[in-house]
Structures are given as C-alpha cells and as structure tokens.
C-alpha cells in the first residue's frame, strides 16, 4: 500500500532498516536511464534495483511504490526546462518559445508524455514551469481561466507534436484503386512545398485566439 502524503513531502528514506547504500537521487536517475533506454514499460522495481546492483526490497525503503517512483522521475525532467527563459517581447512570443522548450523535452524523454495525465505527478518542478508561464501572461487581460486554458491547450499541440514525430509512418496505399478517391489523388499529384513553421504557426493562432477574444 502507498503512503497517503504525497512523495514530495516525505522523508528520503525510511527511518528503519540498514544504512542506505543509493539515495533517492540515484535510484530516480536509474529509472530515468532505463526509461530513455527501453521505454516506460521496461521501468519496474526490480529492474532499477537490478540496475543499481540491489534487491528491489531495498528501494522501498525510499520509496512506497512504482507510483512514488514514477512521480518523482516525472519531476526530475521537468527540471530539465529550467533556467526558464526571461519573458521578452509579446507574451505570444514568450509562450511560443516556452513551448519549443517543452517540445525538446519530450523529444529527449518522450515516455514523459503518457505520465502527464497522473494527478500524483504534478510536483515542485511542474508548478515552477507553469507559475513561470502565468508569469508571462501578466500583460494579458483576460481572466485567469482563459490563461489556464491557453496553457493546457498549449501543452496538449506540445504533445501532439512530440507523438507525432515519434509514430511509425502512416500505412502506405499499396493495392488500393485511388481513383474514386478524385481529392486524394489530386493532392497526392500537387502536395506543394511543405511548410517548415507548422509548430509556431498552429501555436501561434490559437493561443491568439484564447487569449484575445
């Protein structure tokens, strides 16, 4: 059973048993190497004890559970987004380029997407990140809510774009007659130039338009 605090707030280790071997730091830097490594899945107990060279009963002593765990590494990455860029110049432009930071991060640690949803995860590092972007939509008029809305919009095409360039390539159409499909074939003929500015462009005019309306 999990403690009921919140991992934040309790001690680095339990008061009983032996003198501690690894601190709570190593075993979180662990867990995060095997995560970058083989995916979130490969993350257990027993496999970050084994990759400390320890049985896994000794991590609970640091820890309650895989939950414990999971929060923390989810912390430990987002510090990753500090030093926080000075606000400069609109806050649109600020946000846009507080997103770029989040993207890089997920690029780097993409198994950190399937953990923002955890309610437990959302510690002292997150609440830095995002008290630092309300910071940068001081000038902004509108009320707090649609702030907070921009901000979850914007995390969410932050995701987007992350899952989006780690997914496998859409299905090819091989042995599949296009020609009742006239749209499809006439843009598969002329796609035009790709435009490389999508991210900044669909950042751009949505939080424009949630933040001025």
Request: aromatic residues 8%; hydrophobic residues 45%; proline residues 9%.
């Amino acid at each position: 059973m999990s403690d009921a605090s919140p991992i934040w707030i309790r001690p680095a280790r339990g008061a009983r048993g032996p003198q501690p071997t690894h601190s709570r730091d190593e075993i979180v830097e662990a867990a995060i190497a095997l995560a970058d490594a083989e995916g979130l899945a490969a993350v257990s107990m027993r496999a970050v004890a084994t990759a400390l060279n320890t049985g896994a009963g000794s991590l609970y002593r640091y820890l309650s559970s895989r939950d414990d765990l999971l929060d923390l590494m989810t912390d430990r990455v987002v510090a990753g987004l500090r030093p926080f860029p000075e606000p400069a110049g609109e806050p649109v432009d600020s946000l846009i380029v507080l997103a770029g930071r989040q993207l890089a991060l997920y690029r780097g640690h993409p198994w950190v997407i399937d953990l923002l949803h955890r309610p437990t995860g959302i510690g002292p590092e997150a609440l830095a990140w995002f008290d630092h972007c309300l910071g940068a939509l001081t000038p902004v008029p509108c009320g707090s809510a649609a702030k907070f809305e921009a901000l979850a919009m914007m995390t969410g095409v932050v995701t987007l774009f992350a899952r989006t360039e780690s997914a496998a390539p859409p299905p090819a159409f091989t042995g599949l007659d296009l020609t009742v499909y006239p749209h499809l074939v006439a843009a598969f003929a002329d796609p035009g130039a790709r435009r490389p500015d999508l991210f900044d462009r669909t950042l751009r005019g949505l939080l424009t338009a949630l933040l001025y309306d």
